[in-house]
């Protein structure tokens, strides 16, 4: 990106179009400010896929200009790239406490701790990149300590919310800092970023504090244990687990890696009280009277070996849940997952348990860490930018989100919906969108890092929905003839011993195939290979509806 | 199953613990009346499989004792399996007017029509098979002429709900018959077989005439063309979007396979009227005046080839969705399809139209047609069975079911929660669930049906996620040696060219290996293979986190 002197340029490499992988960047002359860098989970279709990152070689083209990663709070949709991206970048990272805490846990596990800067910062930090200043503002959303950003420019200054909902009621003083962003906003926004996951919801989102009182009720009606599945970086949620258990004199025991690593980290950095000798290990929860005992686990949306599914299978050695347990989940499945909750909760419901599901407002287990409609007009009406970017949101949100500003005062045309990679530059006060820059997935699968892309997914796409087969012909070179084969393969196109029958007819025309060609004095392996594919293909699809990948190899002796 | 002389027996082979393919199976003495014949699309874990079908071996067994097919309505999971079926067993089945129409829809496409009896009844028939007699009863639902089913046998009553709402203002007079529901009750029920799919919803379900107020309003205040998407099965729905259409003076185009058919025959059979000359072609639509035309289609859950889809991505020829067109969404995703309908109506604001969608009950764009909890009471109320077999849900619905049932009286122990295949036998009076005959899930994958199982699922999964890696070598028997070879074929594992190294440490490895075994004198082909794919799998998850699926091959000259 060739940027004039003195012009602001504003792009996403990742979180518009999308819920995930969010990575922003603010470039002001020669100087790069990046805002978070986010991991996205695979949806079914990226076969075999674990993690999807964001494409940063537009950053690794411009690594000299940038000066600063700055994460606006702890959740994997904001740091969960920063191991990967800091394999390719060594940059600054700045961040609160808290979510320092995690990246560090992060950094660990990729054995990168110490290798960058990190540097701690609060809302009242100000630091200066060239001729960028920053300072930042106190927001509440679904962890804590939460920021927003202000970026102050000559050319104007621009406002990214981070994450946010206005909690007037929050847990552990957690206020979102209103006085700041309407003095922010006195002083004049020319650009505001500002997340969109619930612009399609009317009305305000409910208080964290509800949820509270839900599960200290659900706490003191249950007979025997209490089983609680949270997102582990819900750390205002676990305290009001940890204060429930406290006011019926329950102990507590963590399962799952993330909710020990969290609840550690929040309890080391002064986020979570948990009185002493309350927590307990899993192996020693079957030894205290079940109304004496509650337990927090992980797998709240479903994931197949996190804690709370394997409580539900039986699949879990160091305790079970028993008839007439209560076991609630504390969250609403996201799209996409809602077939594997389904599926535990049977199980639960077989296992005798008593279960409380369903969705957050039915509940009154869950409410969202994200802004609704009226809570998205305060920040536009806060902020009063000049020109809007929704960002955080798929595209339907982006365009509610645009409705909003709209309905509050922002001018028609000065609402940019954009695509990751989409640049909108600023000069003079005026924005346009004109020009674009590299963006898009980057697959992690095992420990590779952009080592999968669409040709081998194709594949796996044909392998998974049909199977191959593998077509194996010895030829001779003299002789010109088959002398051994053809041997065929199949692997998750049918049951071999169903298909006798195909399979004969397969090899009967794979000799035959194979002997007119030679008789046509056609000997070369590519067109033998293909002919074998073309008329095979069109066999098995005729005999079989199915597509299978075929293989052909051909050995010549 | 060997049946005492005398004695009734009830199971189901297809419908409990799952939403689908439903199949119940009543016996008294030598004689077999089964109640549907559905079919259940597959989830995203069963690669590759299109349809799910009950598997019948009970039935092929049995086949001397059946007497009738039954089919209660007309939808997916209760008709879809009926063309596999009847390759099987030819059977008569009986059904009621539009209910036959949609099997001989079905029958035609698979060249079935004429091989069986096809013989219509109503809610005033009545059916003898040996000791049993069946009768009637009319019930609403969402698609209209749907019946439950009493069978009056020696041993007691038994009656099936089939799929029921009580909807007591419906669309064309398709009132419930709660008096003769009464009469049944009163005279006796010994078994009551109901549907659970809305056992977890509290209070009951809105009438389809709200929907149609909806649709009317969405049609009045459109300014451009309307595009309406629901279920082709919804006669009544469909009725009153032709209504709608009437009323603005809009011309209406269908799109969509199943609608075009459905539509055809409810107008054939009189259960949908529709005025002359209103129904147009799709290619005419672009010549009317937007405002005087709509398009019904299906696609409302996202399938990625139907018409809502393609239209949502420009890839329909005969039209288009223009800047202010108004699209509907006249149903709510099915757990499983949200992400699908989500990238739908994403494209569709991207098209500029002005979307209506979201779940039913906040649109007012569609109801449920299945009874909700004080419904489901209403029935067992009227009903007052001595036994409760919840059908139709998976095991938490079930389990709900059987809480309502004990609500309004039916005694706690007289509820059996079943699995496909488990028995009920009633023997005076006196219900006993100790037995279980084969039943499961027969897959249909392109023409074949039960020729995949969880063999070659079990490989496409494994294909699907890593990919697959063909080695070949050719061994030369006399000096037992490599003589060519290795070469590897990698097809969804990782992209070759950026993997040279990987590739040629594999068949370094590779050829290590079989060297080794030959100098120890190791020639078994099963022992190098084996050892092939021991050491080559270990090295491709060290460095890969991948396994792949090796196959080697060997060829010996």
Redesign the interface.
């Known amino acids: 990106m060739s940027v004039k002197e003195n012009a602001l340029s504003i792009l996403a490499l990742g979180g518009v179009?999308e819920i995930g992988k969010n990575m922003y960047v603010i470039q002001y002359s020669n100087d790069i400010v990046i805002i978070d860098c986010g991991a996205k989970f695979p949806?079914?279709s990226l076969?075999?896929v674990d993690l999807i990152i964001p494409d940063i070689s537009f950053l690794q083209e411009n690594k000299e200009k940038i000066r600063a990663l700055i994460v606006t709070h702890g959740h994997e949709d904001h740091i969960g790239g920063i191991p990967y991206f800091l394999k390719k970048l060594n940059v600054p990272i700045y961040a609160t406490r808290l979510t320092l805490g995690l990246i560090e846990l992060k950094l660990k596990e990729h054995n990168l701790l110490g290798d960058t800067e990190l540097i701690q910062i609060n809302s009242d930090s100000k630091l200066e990149f060239g001729e960028m200043v920053l300072d930042f503002f106190k927001t509440n959303h679904s962890i804590p300590d939460c920021l927003g950003v202000t970026m102050h420019t000559p050319e104007g200054t621009v406002v990214h919310t981070g994450d946010f909902k206005f909690d007037l009621t929050p847990m552990n003083d957690q206020y979102p800092d209103i006085h700041k962003m309407a003095k922010i906003g006195s002083e004049g926004v020319l650009v505001l970023l500002s997340e969109s996951t619930n612009a399609?919801r009317p009305g305000s989102s409910p208080s964290e504090h509800l949820v509270g009182s839900h599960i200290e009720e659900a706490f003191m009606q249950a007979k025997q244990k209490v089983i609680l599945s949270t997102f582990a970086s819900n750390v205002n949620r676990v305290q009001q687990v940890v204060n429930a258990a406290l006011k019926t004199n329950r102990k507590l025991a963590l399962i799952g890696r993330s909710m020990v690593n969290v609840v550690t980290v929040a309890i080391e950095r002064g986020y979570l009280e948990v009185p002493d000798g309350m927590l307990i290990q899993p192996q020693e929860v079957d030894s205290y009277a079940p109304e004496r005992v509650a337990v927090l686990c992980t797998g709240s949306q479903g994931e197949p070996f996190a804690a709370l599914s394997r409580l539900s299978s039986s699949n879990y050695r160091d305790m079970s849940i028993l008839p007439d347990d209560t076991v609630i989940l504390a969250s609403t499945p996201i799209?996409?997952n809602?077939?594997d909750v389904?599926r535990i909760?049977?199980?639960l419901?077989?296992l005798g348990a008593k279960?409380i599901y369903?969705s957050g407002t039915v509940t009154g287990m869950h409410v969202s860490g994200h802004a609704y409609q009226e809570e998205l007009k305060l920040m536009l009406t806060l902020m009063k930018p000049k020109y809007f970017i929704p960002i955080h949101g798929?595209?339907?949100m982006l365009?509610q989100h645009r409705l909003l500003a709209e309905s509050v005062g922002v001018e028609k045309d000065h609402t940019f919906i954009i695509n990751n990679g989409d640049v909108v530059d600023i000069e003079n006060s005026v924005a346009r969108q004109t020009r674009k820059v590299a963006a898009g997935n980057t697959f992690v699968?095992?420990?590779?890092v952009?080592?999968?892309?669409e040709?081998?997914?194709r594949?796996?796409?044909q392998?998974?929905?049909?199977?191959?087969l593998?077509i194996?012909i010895?030829l001779s070179k003299t002789e010109r003839k088959i002398v051994?084969g053809p041997?065929t393969?199949s692997?998750?196109?049918?049951?071999v011993q169903?298909?006798e029958d195909l399979l004969k007819n397969v090899n009967r025309l794979v000799t035959k195939t194979v002997n007119d060609l030679q008789s046509e004095k056609i000997y070369r392996w590519n067109i033998i290979k293909q002919t074998i594919k073309k008329e095979l293909g069109q066999y098995l699809f005729n005999?079989?509806?199915?597509k299978p990948?075929i293989?052909p190899?051909i050995?010549e002796?």
């Open positions: 179009n949806d079914e076969l075999g399609e799209p996409g809602e077939r389904s909760i049977d199980n419901f077989q279960v369903g798929e595209y339907r365009h699968d095992g420990v590779g952009g080592d999968v892309g040709i081998v997914l594949d796996r796409k392998l998974s929905e049909d199977g191959m593998v194996v010895t051994s041997d393969i692997r998750g196109f049918v049951y169903n298909s005999q079989t509806k199915k990948m293989l190899i050995i002796i």
